[in-house]
Structure formats: structure tokens, C-alpha cells
């Protein structure tokens, strides 16, 4: 009996003083870093083992980009901690590691990083693998892409707001690869086309492009083939004719009413073929998608109708685009230029309505996948073959785009 009486009043005491202590409040996820070994070590209960590429100078991204190791703690509130499935390597997230880019991401040490770092890439699709308690827009399983861009897309898992996510409302009969792909190249031939020109969509209008066998090249092709809107399309000749005729037959199977090359482009005969196809001039060309500049882009200027717009989204050749005074006196050619990111990061909404069409035509079957070279990333891949999988992406002609695909990790 008196050893309780003596401690009755110490537990109570401690009772009471653990009362006037401040409450801990719930955390946003961390995301700490995990040993340099790349080891994949479970540092507490719950915690999600990422990996992203990062880089914390500009450079060539064989130069800079580094894989850098973390842990994602569990999320509370709003958080979201997702699980990404396909992520593509578009030359503007090259361009961006280069710090040639318009824009470019803020650098921290969030990540726990020695140098303050941005991880690279922009777009991409993730599967959510757990939510905070105040989550209300998504749930585990759903697929998302991102809202904005410059969100860093090339990691293995990601902490995030569901603010700063796009639910895919309807996943069903879809892949990775199509969801993953659909906001950049899908989204701006798409706005380009329905936003610059004045359609009748009776069938006998037109638009021009080059660069028709990229991802925005592609994309067009089979929106105008699906608007019944016809299409020329120039692609840079190869010595190899074979190859040139099996990219003219891919490009004449998606949708294209004709392929020609540059040197053909700006041949003497081509104004009198154009001439042709239009019927004289009565089926107008009121749109011109442009993403190679110099003397390829004005030739493309040349043939377009009176009142047309060009739209300018990239400039492979790095050369001015030159243009006669005529073009803008005698046919009132509207000139001007799209930048998807900016875009996007305006009209999430509209975003978010595009890319749903975009994917409802994939589902029914009128919308192909582009062809891709897939790097797959799993738990070992090493820093080299992700390096080089980036480098490669500005190479001349490639097989297809360049795209992370994520297995186990």
C-alpha cells in the first residue's frame, strides 16, 4: 500500500502535465532522402521509396541530370502520393534542362537534395496510391495527369496536391501510354486547329503543315481526317526512299490527303499541284502549322489563301522565319505563335475538356498511337540508360518519341 500511495501522485502529476503540451498537428507529406546507395530502405512505417531525375545546373542532360533517391511520408489533408505509369520526352523538357527554355522550374532542396534541384519533365500519367483524409476529387486507383506544367513528371512516385492533379474520368480501355501522351502534342494540334481557323466543316477546307510526322504532326492528320478537313503534309526527305515511302504510306494511313517533302515544297511544280488539289483556289488552305521555320517555313506561308493564320509552335531548323510583305498586305495572313504550356496553365478547365475528347476518339478507335522508343525504368535502371534515353531525344530522325515507362520501382 504505500508503494501505490508514493505513485499515485507522480502519474498524476505526469498525467496532467502531458495535457498542457501542445498537440502535434498532421503533416503534408515529406519526402526525405533515403541512403546514396540507391537502396530501396523503408525508413518508417509507411513511407513510398521514390527515385527522380534532377538536376540542379543547366547543361546537356548527359552532363547534369542526376537520380536522386527519396521517401514520401504517408499524406494527410488534401495530399495525394501517386505512382507514375508513362511519362514522354518531349524536346521542350530537353530544352528546359539546357536553360534555353522560356520557362523554367523553381530549384529547392525539398527532396533533400545537397544542391538546391528541379526534377525534370512535364508531362506524364500516375496512378494514385493513397490519399490524404480531406481528398475529395480523387482516390486510390484513379489515374491523373498533371494540371500545370513544370510540375517535374520523371520520378517513380510524387507527393502532391489534389489541387495540382486532372482526374482521367473514364480510364476504362485505355493505356498508359495514350493517357500519358495526350496533353502535349494531342492537345496543341488541337487547339491550334480549332481555335486559329474559320471552318465550315463541309469537307472542302484545308490546312498545310510540316513537321507532319511528329507527335503535333500526327495528331493533326487524324483531328482533320476526323473534322473533314484535308491536309498537306511535308516531311524532311530521307536518303533512304524506301523509308521515305513507308513514312508517307504511316502518315497517308492516319488520315493525310498528301505527303510531300520540303525539296518537293519548294519546287516549281508544287504551286501548280496545289492548284489542283484545291480546285483552282475554291477549297481555301486557312491554316498553316508551322514548327520548322527559315526558308521551309515561308515556302509553307506561300501557299496559304487569303485571310489564312499560320501558327508557329517550334522552330527545328533554329532560323528566323522570313516573310514577304505581300503575304501581309495583299492576303491579310494572320501570323502568330502557340505555347501549349502557357496554354494549359490558363485554361485548365478547357485542358481538361480536350484531353477528354482527345481520348474519347482513342477509344473509338480513331485515334492512333504515335510510335514511341520505350526506356523502361524499374527498381535498378541506372542513371546511364535514363541519361542517354533524354540525350537522344533531339537526335534526326527517330523511330518515335522518346517515353519512360515504369515498372516495378
Known sequence: ????IRLAPRAHLFTRAASLLPRPRPRAPLQHAVAGDGKRHI???GYTQAKALVYSKYGEPQDVLQLHGHSISAPSGTQ?????LTCPINPADVNQIQGV???KPEMDTALGTSEASAVAGNEGVAEVISTGSGVKSVQKGDWVIMKSTGMGTWCTHKALDESQVLKIDDKEGLTPLQVGTVSVNPCTAYRMLLDYGKWNFRGDEWFIQNGA???VGRAAIQLGR???IKSINIIRGREDKSEEEKLRRELYDLGATHVITEEELMGREMRDKVKEWT?????QIKVGLNCVGGKPG?????????EASMITYGAMSKKPLELPASLLIFKNINFTGFWVSKWSDQHPDQKKQTVEDVLRLTKAGKFKDFPVQECEWNRDTGLDVLRSAVQGTLGGFRAGKGVFVFGET
Open 43 to 45: 525508413t518508417a512505417y
Open 298 to 306: 515561308t515556302a509553307l506561308a506561300k501557299f496559304l489563301s487569303s
Open 80 to 84: 495525394v502520393v501517386v505512382r507514375f
Open 213 to 215: 510526322n511528329s507527335g
Open 101 to 103: 527554355y522560356p520557362s
Open 279 to 283: 480546285r483552282g483556289g475554291r477549297e
Open 1 to 4: 500500500m504505500v508503494q501505490a
Open 226 to 228: 476526323e473534322w473533314g
